[in-house]
């Protein structure tokens, strides 16, 4: 399953506090280079230059905003939430600064907090289907599952073409037992992104809880198809063929899924054993 994962946006501001404009100029320029250290992916050389232009300019919102990203990619949670704080104290209306925040304390499971923080880009920016999305995914995990369901509702009324926004919402209706309101979710983001790997393979976990087993085997081929390194798309398609008593088929599917991932062998391990009992007892 694809997790469902927090817009954290990155941002590109001008100066607006009170140094002198050569302090500014250079602000800038060293602001510009460490985005693009942060595009190659060099984050700690953007932590470094965002740091040069943060002391050419402490009053910079946009540098602690953005050093806070770069320390966030590189999961440095608490010096990343620290620098958000900062940009929020100097912007108050920052949304993004709010919206990565919240990001980062979902991270740390401090999710009371983080949810504080997704209400306020609401609050600035109440037409925001990002803010409204993270906020989403943090009321599935603090398991409120109607609010998580209203805020992905409400990021799709804003951005009608959000696949994410289907998704997710159909991974709440799922674990709500509206099966075939999960269905209609993954199908309406495969839509938009027909190569939507984990549309598909939850799509066929919620048909197949429905017991259409065909139609689950169809989605978790799909999605074997565009990603064949996608092991829970066989270990799931290796559930559904002990279901049509197909033992062979099965066991390859799970020893294909542990050649991918062999995290997943304890789940992987029992039903191994039950396709052993099976093929044997028919010799």
């Not at 709010?98 to 991270?107: E, H, L, P, S, V």
């Not at 609010?147 to 951005?159: L, S």
């Not at 994410?164 to 993954?186: F, H, M, P, Q, T």
């Not at 598909?200 to 259409?212: E, H, I, M, V």
Request: proline content about 3%; glycine content about 6%.
């Amino acid at each position: 399953m694809r997790r469902s994962c927090l817009t954290v946006a990155f941002l590109l501001m001008v100066v607006t506090s009170n140094s002198s404009a050569q302090s500014s100029g250079s602000a800038v320029n060293y602001t510009n280079r460490a985005m693009t250290h942060y595009a190659h992916g060099d984050f700690d050389a953007a932590i470094a230059d965002f740091g040069i232009a943060i002391a050419f300019d402490p009053g910079y919102a946009a540098a602690f905003y953005n050093r806070g990203r770069a320390l966030h990619a590189k999961r440095e949670l608490d010096a990343a939430i620290a620098d958000y704080t900062k940009a929020i104290a100097l912007d108050p209306r920052l949304a993004q600064a709010y919206n990565n925040r919240c990001g980062a304390r979902k991270d740390i499971d401090d999710l009371d907090r983080a949810l504080a923080n997704c209400n306020n880009p609401i609050e600035i920016k109440p037409s925001s289907a990002d803010a409204y999305s993270n906020r989403g995914i943090v009321q599935h995990l603090r398991a409120d599952l109607d609010g998580a369901v209203a805020d992905f509702t409400r990021a799709i009324q804003i951005k009608p073409r959000r696949a994410e926004a289907y998704y997710n919402r159909g991974v709440v209706r799922y674990l709500k037992g509206d099966l075939d309101g999960a269905i209609s979710d993954y199908g309406r983001s495969i839509e938009i992104d027909p190569r939507y790997v984990a549309a598909y393979c939850n799509r066929g976990a919620a048909k197949q809880s429905k017991g259409d087993v065909d139609g689950a085997i169809d989605d978790y081929n799909a999605a074997i198809s565009i990603n064949p390194g996608h092991a829970l798309a066989y270990f799931n398609r290796g559930l559904a063929r002990m279901i049509q008593r197909k033992p062979t088929e099965a066991l390859l599917d799970f020893v294909r899924c542990l050649k991918l991932d062999g995290s997943l062998e304890p789940r992987v391990r029992d039903h191994i054993k039950t396709i052993g009992l099976q093929i044997e007892s028919k010799r």
